[in-house]
Nanobody, 127 residues
Framework: QVQLVESGGGLVQAGGSLRLSCAAS????????MGWFRQAPGKEREFVAG????????YYADSVKGRFTISRDNAKNTMYLQMNSLKPEDTAVYYC????????????????????WGQGTQVTVSS
């Protein structure tokens, strides 16, 4: 059974940093594409970052390029999102997700390509 558990959210001032973690069980993160999404109140869930299985190609939304870094630790079966230079507009619930199928490089930007989701962790950036 696939389970994804996020942690690391919290309250931070603008310009600060946080690192989110997504601990996975049930499937090896090295074999499956994964991503981070976020959802602010009253808005659609949006893509933040993705990382491919195998060669760890990374993908970023334009709004976070140069500030956020996605990575994973295969030994710990965990994915991370390092968030630097945080802005108030980054405030949202952040979700980690896994693609439906192993060894797939289907579109990392689309929510419908992901079959498994964590419960989310709140990130609040104060101005």
């Amino acid at each position: 059974q696939v389970q994804l558990v996020e942690s690391g959210g919290g309250l931070v001032q603008a310009g600060g940093s946080l690192r989110l973690s997504c601990a996975a069980s049930g499937r090896a993160v090295s074999k499956i594409g994964m991503g981070w999404f976020r959802q602010a109140p009253g808005k659609e869930r949006e893509f933040v970052a993705g990382i491919s299985w195998g060669d760890e190609t990374t993908y970023y939304a334009d709004s976070v390029k140069g500030r956020f870094t996605i990575s994973r630790d295969n030994a710990k079966n965990t994915m991370y999102l390092q968030m630097n230079s945080l802005k108030p507009e980054d405030t949202a619930v952040y979700y980690c997700a896994q693609h439906r199928w192993l060894y797939s490089n289907s579109n990392y930007y689309l929510t419908q390509e992901y079959g498994y989701w964590g419960q989310g962790t709140q990130v609040t950036v104060s101005s």
